[in-house]
């Protein structure tokens, strides 16, 4: 359920070569804490519930900051920087990843020392560093680090929530008010969805293809992506029910479908009978929609 | 077959048919080229080879037309079965009772009998000798038995509740003075809601879901009522409060007394009751004395507290204490000769709200007071008001002819009800001559209205009506009882009991008639629907073989088992096995018998079916949206909020086509494919914005469909949208052609010309029906109303008589040109090409069996735009747009030729989607009669009920028109010679298209057949549901309707029209 409002921007390449699924940093803080942080946003969200319902612009402006942060440590600590994913750093995932996608694993192993033909690619320098000398190897990663979450603040800021938000419009949020609810709901969505995508993959075009198509094979960060905006489409299935409940009120149930989908994505994007698999929209054998 | 015969001697000769044969020479002269290689070679070859390619070429075509027709049949059979399995249901479900329109007159007794005494001179009453000469009745709404009656507080468990106690001057005057007042349960017939009790208490007939009669769209009672009665007989008539009244008696009232409050500020809990007061309390000083005769006073408190609070709260019992003073003061103010009714029209539940059939919701309370001391019992134990509402209740109903008695009035045509026992007894509950005399009078009547009712349904004379005999037996008791001098008591009683039996029979028949659903027939129609869903399934999805081969055997066995069934269904009805009418039973048996046939046909053969499972994202995608909507139709919310669940689904089949594009390997398939799903998206939600709010939507929603939402013309700025349409539309169209570069021939003509003309002509219509409206030209209203009705009439003409020639005549919109040397290599030309010496280019040569079939799309788009309003009109130029942006989708994502269920799927969507931007909503008072109106001056059969079709489901029927284009759009053009097949019988590509077609139209059909089951289902089981009549009901009639009408559309139009394009696309490009 991406979205596709601008897909023309996407330039194929010549000879696009796609990174691999990124896997959580083999540390055992990032392990440790990759498993915890999809609790902690549930968490915070069901501390907020009531807030959220009694006062939804005031709650969801507040919780920006925190979700921000939230997401960002998250990054930092347990994924690898734009342009560093590299089979030898995730060794340990390369291995257990399913047949279907070593080919394309070794492909871009020969490949990626060769990438230039994409322009920009923030981490880049780490990750030559990396591969250079080992001696300014942690500092370059930090660097990179700070680099890539930095740039995916701000992609998440300036153009992923303006795509959100003229995603509810279209699916039926009211246009015309209601126009700070949309738009903090689609900020939301896009620190839970887009902050991973485009800390991991930057602003290489080969991946944002992919996720354009629903292509990436699946990891934490995809899945949590994917898992946000399906679940931000199911939150809105109790929106006309005639309960008459305060949380029945947009965007709450979205926001709330938004984060359950979070949620489950990361977890069964991490999981090993997922990892790496892509989703199949008209072949002869693929039959789930997600996940 | 002679007329085959005929064509098959013609092409012999002349190798095609007389019109191709005249064309091509014609067209291409025009354009100083020479005779194209591709068909003078294919002349020539024919000619050469003589017969055998010929009667080839010839049994293709043959075998087109025959199959085809085949087809039509097949799809015939499934609109009979659908709309067997419709009657069925309805028959059941559809409660209807008939308006009768006669009128009861004073100088008519309701028997011929001369010995009757009641009649006396004017002022004593007509029927009957009069009680009253005025009434004051006052209802109180909501008044529930329980309020009235003391509840001690240590009787049993129950507490004594903030309501309770609080209204106790009904129950004491009751008690305290007998032969003045009595207080009694009141039973409301459901559904209890203000309308139809009004309508219950005033006619004395039971409310059903239709009244057929002549009024169907007003509010207005057309039936003979109390009110008309007391109006008839020169009463001076005030109303105060409820302004339902008004909308049920236009006219009725005394304009200078009379003082309706709005009545749906249930917020508002004294406004109508303080007004009441204000207005009321003066007419009783005894100098207004003179100027009414009677008075209906409506207070809403007590509702609005229920509805606002509940019954358990302070504000509950205020209200009721103050209703309390109020019926004080009345009795301490009226005369004597004045009769005092106070009521409740129904109850409210612990919720304190109403409009279904509990027990709390339909027990009111009557009590009538008078100082006249009329007023007995005549039993010693029925001296106290009941206890409870369960014990000697009366029917609502009974109001009418107590009422009306009472005040020396003939009694209502339509009533049921009978006298009220306690009113007529006398002060000593002897009164044995009076009670007898008006349960005759009553009885009468009913006997009367029963006749007539039976009369007008043309059914035997009391066939429905056993009762009869309980009539006679007591009038015969009557004139033994006249003979004999004196009467006595006992046996005046017994006649008595018996003229109330025979009441209370009839009563009970007539709730059985139109209040009871026949539940056997239900399922009969449910059962007859669901089957023709399954087996719909799986010869839309399920099959793997070519559906054509398949058409002979299931015709044969279709017709032998409906056969075989009617003949059963003849003979059982004939010998009295089933007890159903001939008829009935004929067409359910053989739909039966249809339905055993097709099963046996579809899935005897084994290894030609699979099971019907979707096998990519799409299919399941399809199920998703069809599936999940028709289980949302059992809640009232998402029926309600139907609108905006269609665009949810739209957009969301927009992003995953906007996402499977992104993944297509050409580039111009992603970024057609990307560029189309936008647009698609965006059209939609561009068309959202044109609302027609349904009242359940409010507050949510503001209507935008016309100039304000309280008025039915449009603004006028309204008036530049058919203008705009005219700019732009066929522009569109022709953008779309032209990617194919098929803008040639005949589509350059109709769609440059002739649709754009006609939209012009159309928009000049609407400019004028503005000027009427506001009266901005100084013509005079017939004048503008001819010249609108000619043009009207002119723009049909040109989209259905005009269009529809065009459609069947026309070539395929292809250009040829002929170039001496190879140019293009990748320019696609006609195999039957000599190689080497030149090339034949054929322009439009990759679409044309779908630009060749859209014109009929353009035809029915141009007549379904003249009947909308203008902001209908701007969301049918959106669907078209969206309609060709769908289609380029299906292209670019290879689902056309793949017979993906998603293509007919999403187009019903749209249809339906936009069935709800062109102002119409699943209610039926959103039907807008008047466009019939847009070309006609006066009613004309069958062209109105037509027009209005046009004009209610335009959107459906359009989408259902372009429906064959989901597997005709850009369809490569295979002809036989190039798919030989190896073996020695030709395989006929004609003909796998004609398989897809209708794979395609029965998916699509497939859609609105489930989500009319799935209606059906719901409001068969939500029958009892309190949002029955105003939310399921109405779906479930839409859902038929738009069933029956996608259904002839596509057996007649649509599958219809793929005969002559394939024709016509056969005729130039060979077979």
Not at chain 1, 85 to 108: F, L, N, R, W, Y
Not at chain 2, 579 to 586: H, K, N, P, T
Not at chain 2, 1051 to 1065: C, D, I, N
């Amino acid at each position: 359920m991406s979205s596709p409002t601008s897909p023309t921007s996407q330039q194929p390449p010549p000879a696009p070569k796609s990174p691999p699924p990124a896997s959580i940093l083999s540390t055992p803080l990032a392990k440790t804490y990759a498993t915890i942080h999809p609790f902690l946003l549930l968490t915070l969200l069901a501390i907020r519930f009531n807030a959220l319902v009694s006062s939804p612009v005031d709650t969801l402006l507040r919780d920006l900051l925190p979700l921000a942060a939230l997401q960002l440590a998250y990054v930092v600590i347990c994924l690898p920087p734009a342009g560093t994913i590299d089979p030898g750093t995730t060794a340990e995932s390369t291995t257990t990843t399913p047949t279907p996608t070593d080919e394309k694993e070794k492909e871009k192993k020969s490949s990626s020392s060769s990438a230039g033909g994409i322009v920009l690619r923030p981490g880049k320098r780490g990750y030559r560093r990396k591969a250079h000398g080992a001696s300014s190897g942690a500092r370059g990663a930090i660097m990179a680090k700070v680099a890539a979450s930095l740039l995916s603040l701000a992609l998440t800021t300036l153009l992923a929530t303006p795509v959100l938000a003229v995603c509810l419009v279209l699916f039926g949020a009211p246009l015309t008010t209601h126009h700070l609810e949309t738009v903090l709901c689609a900020a939301h969505m896009a620190l839970l969805a887009a902050t991973g995508l485009v800390y991991v993959y930057g602003v290489d075009g080969a991946a944002w293809k992919e996720v354009w198509g629903v292509l990436r094979p699946a990891d934490a960060v995809w899945g949590a992506a994917l898992g946000t905006c399906v679940g931000a489409w199911f939150g809105a299935v109790p929106i006309p029910l005639d309960w008459d409940r305060p949380w029945q009120a947009y965007p709450i149930t979205i926001l709330i479908g938004a984060y359950i989908g979070y949620f489950v994505g990361s977890f069964v994007g991490r999981s090993s009978c997922v990892f790496g698999k892509r989703i199949v929209i008209d072949a002869n054998e693929g039959e789930n929609k997600d996940e | 077959m002679e007329s085959s015969l005929d064509s098959a001697n013609l092409t012999g000769m002349d190798s095609s048919s007389p019109i191709a044969s005249q064309s091509p020479p014609a067209q291409l002269d025009s354009r100083n080229a020479p005779i194209p290689k591709a068909l003078a070679a294919m002349q020539s070859k024919t000619r050469q080879r003589g017969t055998i390619q010929d009667s080839l070429t010839n049994g293709l075509e043959r075998e087109f037309k025959f199959k085809h027709l085949g087809l039509l049949g097949v799809l015939g059979w499934l609109l009979l079965l659908h709309v067997a399995g419709i009657f069925f249901f309805t028959k059941g479900f559809l409660l209807t009772r008939m308006v009768l329109e006669n009128k009861s007159s004073c100088e008519v007794l309701p028997f011929d009998d001369p010995s009757h005494l009641g009649v006396g001179g004017e002022n004593n009453g007509c029927w009957h000798q009069k009680t009253f000469d005025k009434a004051i009745v006052i209802i109180i709404d909501a008044l529930r038995y329980d309020f009235t009656v003391p509840v001690a507080p240590n009787e049993a468990s129950d507490m004594a509740h903030l309501y309770h106690n609080n209204i106790p001057v009904l129950y004491e005057t009751a008690v305290n003075s007998p032969d003045k007042a009595f207080l009694l349960p009141f039973i409301a017939d459901p559904p209890t809601t203000t309308l139809q009790r009004l309508k219950g208490l005033t006619t004395g007939t039971l409310p059903t879901f239709i009244d057929a009669g002549s009024n169907f769209a007003g509010t207005a009672i057309d039936e003979d009522n109390l009110v008309a009665q007391l109006r008839a007989a020169g009463k001076n008539l005030v109303q105060l409060g409820d302004d339902t009244w008004q909308a049920l008696f236009p006219g009725y009232f005394d304009a200078n007394l009379t003082r309706p409050f709005d009545s749906f500020n249930v917020w508002d809990l004294h406004t109508v009751d303080n007004g009441v007061n204000e207005h009321l309390f003066p007419l009783l000083h005894p100098q207004n004395l003179t100027r009414w005769d009677v008075i209906f006073g409506h207070y809403l408190g007590v509702d609005h507290a229920g509805h606002r609070y509940g019954p358990n709260h302070p504000a509950m019992g205020a209200k009721l204490k103050q209703m309390d003073e109020v019926i004080r003061d009345l009795i301490a103010k009226v005369d004597d000769d004045t009769l005092l009714v106070v009521m409740g029209d129904h109850g409210m539940d612990s919720k304190g709200d109403h409009g279904g059939e509990s027990d709390d919701e339909v027990n009111a309370a009557l009590w009538m007071y008078s100082k006249k001391g009329v007023f007995g019992r005549t039993n010693p134990e029925t001296v106290l008001p009941p206890n409870s509402a369960r014990d000697r209740f009366v029917p609502q109903i009974d109001l009418v002819p107590t009422l009306s008695l009472l005040l020396g009035m003939p009694i209502p045509f339509n009533n049921l009800g009978s006298p009220i026992e306690e009113a007529f007894a006398g002060a000593g509950g002897k009164d044995w001559n009076n009670l007898v005399a008006v349960n005759r009078l009553t009885s009468a009547q009913i006997k009367r209205y029963q006749h007539e009712y039976a009369k007008s349904r043309g059914a035997g004379d009391g066939q429905e009506f056993q009762s009869l005999g309980l009539l006679e037996n007591a009038e015969d008791g009557w004139h033994t009882l006249s003979k004999s001098s004196k009467a006595k008591s006992a046996a005046l009683h017994s006649v008595y009991e018996s003229y109330r039996q025979y009441q209370r029979h009839t009563l009970d028949i007539c709730r059985g008639l139109w209040a009871k659903f026949d539940v056997p027939s239900m399922f009969q129609g449910i059962g007859i629907l669901f089957a023709a869903i399954v087996l719909l399934v799986f010869y839309a999805r399920g099959l793997r073989t070519n559906r054509t081969e398949l058409t002979n055997s299931l015709l044969c066995s279709v017709g032998i088992g409906s056969g075989l069934g009617g003949a059963t269904g003849l003979c059982l009805s004939f010998a009295n096995v089933v007890d159903m009418q001939a008829l009935e039973s004929l067409a359910l048996l053989a739909a039966v018998g249809s339905i055993i046939g097709g099963s046996w046909s579809i899935f005897k053969p084994v290894g030609r079916l699979v099971l019907p499972l979707p096998d990519s994202l799409w299919g399941w995608l399809a199920v998703l949206f069809t599936v999940s909507q028709s289980i949302g139709f059992a809640s009232n919310s998402y029926t309600i909020w139907e609108d905006e669940i269609l665009l949810f689904f739209l957009t969301t089949f927009g992003v995953v086509s906007g996402v499977s594009s992104m993944r297509q390997k050409s580039t111009a398939d992603r970024v057609l494919g990307a560029y189309h799903s936008i647009l698609f998206i965006l059209l939609g939600r561009i068309a959202s914005f044109s609302r027609l709010c349904r009242e359940e939507q409010m507050p949510f929603c503001r209507s935008t469909y016309y100039s304000s939402a309280t008025s039915s013309t449009s603004a006028p700025w309204q008036l530049a949208i058919p203008f705009i349409l005219t700019l732009m539309l066929p522009g569109v169209v022709r953008s779309f052609y032209a990617g194919s570069k098929s803008y040639e021939g005949a589509a350059s003509l109709w769609i440059g010309i002739g649709f754009r003309l006609g939209l012009f002509v159309t928009s000049f219509f609407w400019l004028l029906e503005g000027a009427d409206d506001g009266e901005w030209l100084p013509l005079s209203k017939e004048t503008l109303k001819m010249v609108r009705v000619f043009l009207a009439q002119l723009v049909l003409a040109l989209a259905f008589a005009a269009g529809t020639t065009a459609f069947i005549y026309s070539k395929p919109c292809v250009s040829v040109n002929v170039t001496p040397a190879s140019s293009e290599p990748d320019s696609r030309s006609t195999p039957a090409q000599q190689p080497g010496r030149t090339t034949v280019t054929i322009l439009g040569f990759g679409n044309v069996h779908g630009t060749r079939f859209f014109l009929l799309a353009v035809n029915f788009c141009l007549g379904i735009v003249l009947m909308q309003k203008p902001m209908g009109q701007g969301a049918i130029g959106l669907l078209l747009w969206q309609i060709l942006s769908l289609l380029e989708i299906l292209d670019t994502n290879r689902l056309v030729m793949s017979n993906s269920a998603i293509g007919p799927i999403v187009l019903a969507l749209l249809g339906s989607f936009h069935f709800f931007k062109t102002g119409h909503q699943a209610v039926l008072s959103s039907i807008q009669w008047e466009t019939s109106f847009i070309p006609l001056s006066t009613v004309k059969y069958p062209w109105s009920p037509i027009l209005v079709v046009l004009n209610t489901f335009g959107p459906q029927i359009l989408t259902t028109v372009a429906v064959p284009l989901t597997v005709l759009w850009k369809r490569p053009l295979q002809l036989q010679g190039q798919s030989k097949s190896t073996t020695g019988k030709p395989s006929n590509p004609a003909i796998a298209l004609l398989s897809d077609v209708v794979q395609a139209a029965c998916t699509y059909m497939l859609y609105f057949a489930t989500v009319n089951l799935a209606t059906t289902m719901w409001a068969g089981h939500l029958r009892r549901h309190l949002m029955l009549y105003r939310i399921f009901s109405p779906r479930f009639m839409m859902g038929a309707a738009v069933l029956g009408v996608v259904d002839i559309v596509l057996v007649f139009v649509a599958v219809a029209g793929v005969r002559f394009s394939t024709l016509s696309v056969g005729e130039i490009f060979g077979w």
